[in-house]
């Protein structure tokens, strides 16, 4: 059995790239995910907007697959500006907990020079473990 495809409903389609990838054993790999909508449309331009949509979308994807929140075990963060990222710890935490609470699965940040969509200020992939499929 073929990894199969998680593409939440309602979402404008992946070009060259799948939102999800959920393999036999049940591990979901989660493309990276930036601060656009369903519609591919950046409602923020702000980085805390950003991060906080890329979440929900990570969110969207788990749960289209059939998973939760908890069954996130890892999240790459890659952000274009350390400074913002670094002076505005305090809101992270707080958008970072609407949206996962207080799950905190394995992390790294790293800072990259450009991202693809070039109104996007990070993306966030993930990985999580939902258990063996049949």
Do not use: C
Request: charged share 20%; proline share 4%.
């Amino acid at each position: 059995m073929p990894a199969n495809t998680i593409h939440p409903p309602g979402w404008a389609p992946a070009k060259g790239y799948a939102n999800g990838m959920l393999a036999r054993d049940g591990t979901l790999y989660v493309g990276g995910q930036i601060g656009w909508t369903a519609d591919q449309t950046f409602e923020s331009h702000d980085f805390i907007g950003q991060m906080e949509q890329a979440l929900r979308n990570i969110v969207a994807v788990v749960e289209e697959a059939g998973g939760q929140v908890t069954d996130i075990t890892r999240l790459t963060w890659f952000v274009l500006d350390k400074s913002e990222y670094l002076a505005r710890q305090r809101e992270v935490g707080e958008a970072y907990r609407r949206v996962l609470g207080r799950h905190f699965p394995a992390m790294s940040v790293l800072v990259v020079a450009g991202l693809i969509e070039n109104e996007a200020l990070l993306e966030i992939e993930a990985t999580a473990y939902l258990g063996p499929r049949d």
